[in-house]
């Protein structure tokens, strides 16, 4: 009787399990796996302007050039600003797997600060551009150019709001050295905005 | 049998020198404003900065988002986009080349 109910409950157990995911916690993969998508969302925006510019290269006729239509110095500056967002998310990672709670702190609200002049040096730019008449329906180039980088601005400002979140978390004390998936988790998609951005400057804006 | 981390806690590793790879990217980036402005084969300047745009993009993903330091099984994930963002904008390039 025993041991029919010990095969019984054999029957029962589930599989063994085998090491799931990549070696890694679920959220840190699920973030993963989710930007691997956003690669092939700015590979479909990318490969889009390539074939246009290719096509119809009137449209882009004289550019680059620093300050027709586009501002390259004052988007060389955000893009400098970006990078050093970057450093300020990863400086706050190393803090929390230190377990130094100011620093983590500090690290993240200069990240926010400085993701926010992103975004409004980029509403700024889009103020001058449309202003001067460079808007959205003048062309490829202004369709292109509003399509990638918009896309971009909303994804860096998604990301601005959820590092409020996960900094008023880091001010309520909820991130220690043993525990700190929430910081990491928006590093990942802070650090992934920026190389993004790397790439688009380099396509939209200088070449 | 390995099992994954169930939280991040102390680092494997020492922590890279995140400012040295600031310093590069920033150094990168001037290199790049410059390179966009001489008068080079158009061409010539093109591969140049998609270059050191790549080259950044490495640096910050493996340095910033720690891909150096990952499991392989991880790399692996992180980089398997790559191969269909170059075989999707080789694709569309070869129209206009052939």
């Known amino acids: ?107 993240l609200l200069a990240t926010v600060l400085i993701g926010a002049t992103f975004v409004g040096v980029q509403v700024y730019e889009y103020t001058h551009l449309i202003e001067h008449g460079f808007v959205p329906s003048q062309g490829l180039f202004g369709s292109t150019f509003y399509t990638m980088t918009g896309f971009h601005g909303f994804h860096v400002t998604m990301g601005v709001l959820c590092m409020i979140y996960v900094t008023m978390k880091a001010f309520r004390g909820k991130y220690t050295q043993a525990d700190h998936r929430g910081v990491e988790v928006i590093g990942l998609y802070w650090h992934f905005v920026d190389l993004v951005w790397i790439i688009l400057f380099t396509i939209v804006y200088l070449i | 049998m390995s099992h994954p981390e169930a939280a991040p806690g102390r680092p494997s590793h020492a922590h890279p020198n995140y400012i040295l790879i600031w310093v590069f990217l920033a150094v990168l980036t001037g290199l790049e404003l410059t390179v966009a402005f001489l008068p080079w084969p158009k ?38 986009p790559l191969p269909l963002f170059a075989v999707l904008v080789c694709a569309v390039i070869t129209e206009f080349i052939w």
């Open chain 1, 1 to 107: 009787m025993a041991h029919a109910a010990a095969v019984q409950e054999d029957v029962m157990l589930p599989p063994p399990s085998r090491a799931p995911g990549a070696g890694v916690y679920s959220e840190k993969l699920g973030m993963w796996i989710f930007l691997g998508s956003e690669v092939m969302f700015f590979t479909a925006l990318i490969g889009t302007y390539v074939i246009l510019r290719f096509a119809h290269p009137d449209a882009w006729a004289g550019h680059p050039k620093p300050h027709t239509p586009l501002n390259i110095p004052v988007t060389a500056v955000n893009t400098f600003l970006l990078i050093c967002s970057s450093v300020t998310m990863v400086k706050a990672f190393a803090a929390a797997q230190d377990g130094i709670q100011r620093q983590l702190r500090l690290w």
């Open chain 2, 43 to 80: 061409t010539v300047i093109v591969f140049i900065l998609i270059g050191m745009a790549f080259w950044k993009a490495a640096l910050v993903g493996l340095y910033y988002m720690h891909l150096r330091f990952e499991p392989n099984r991880l790399r692996i994930l992180a980089i398997a």
